[in-house]
């Protein structure tokens, strides 16, 4: 239920999206919804939950690396991508959250905490010399989840397709950069 | 009146604005309204075109600039930039369009329109031999617009900034990468 529900606000736009459009579009009652949960903003924040459970999961698997600090930023990029592909449409949503509502207020809240953990690992990777010094590091970690959010707007999985091989280009496109 | 509809739709979602919302927010009464526009149908086309329209006269510019084909892909994600920045309320109504209305259906289709001509660069600058022999084409025209869109989502302007600081970054970050 929450994947379809997910699915739906994703398509309609969580404002747009009335517990009518939920039930027709799900083809359950209304009060077999209501028994699992008390209204859309409950699925709403399972969804979003989801999404930054994950990206919280990767960050902590991340910082406990081994290595230098470009290391792990790498290993962070890399691995958000695997994420986002993963759990695209939980990653769709929360990236639409705008903080219209409470729960859309606090996920915007962690959304800004995990940013801050990702400004952290550019700062260090740039004080252990490994990134430009004239990076700025908050600057640097959005540029650098603007490019792997991105993702969510045009990535379709396709048969045969490797996730790793999208996280690999981005990793190499971030550090890098394009030019040979 | 289309500035200040355009904040409320991005501040409310488009699809949660009534006419009744952007009466009572702009201060002007609906019957005012409609001796303007037909509908919010309207200011939602007035909204997105100027923000296509400004897109597009960028990529006409950069197109008939001299040099290499990787010259004038920095030059239009620089100038690009510039414009985001100048246009940030339409450029944003844009970005969160998902394609739920034949005027937003339209507008979708401009942004391919304008993606595939970012690809066709990205091609030729390879092609060229100036940009790296792994590169995807149609994958790094959207990396390098996902990072170029990203800045919607948390620029504001501060007295004493300078775009043209930011869209140098966004320069150096895409075609030589964060490393040293």
């Known amino acids: ?65 081994e290595g230098t600090a470009l290391h792990r930023l790498e290993l962070l990029v890399h691995n958000s991508v695997l994420l986002l592909i993963d759990e695209l449409p939980f990653v769709t949503l929360l990236l639409r959250v705008r903080g219209n509502t409470k729960i859309e207020r606090k996920a915007l809240a962690r959304r800004r905490e995990f940013d801050s953990l990702v400004t952290e690992m550019v700062e260090q990777a740039r004080d252990e010399g490994h990134l430009r010094a004239d990076v700025v590091p908050a600057i640097t970690a959005r540029l650098l989840f603007g490019m792997v959010n991105s993702v969510v707007e045009w990535y379709r999985p396709r048969r045969g397709d490797d996730p790793q091989d999208l996280a690999d280009i981005i990793v190499a496109v971030a550090f890098d950069g394009l030019r040979c």
């Open 1 to 65: 239920m929450l994947s379809g529900a997910v699915r739906v606000f994703n398509e309609r736009g969580y404002d747009g999206t009335s517990m009518e459009d939920l039930s027709r579009e799900l083809g359950i009652t209304k009060s077999a919804i209501y028994h699992h949960v008390v209204g859309k903003e409950e699925l709403l924040r399972l969804g979003v939950d989801r999404a930054l459970d994950g990206l919280f999961a990767v960050m902590e698997e991340v910082k406990a690396a």
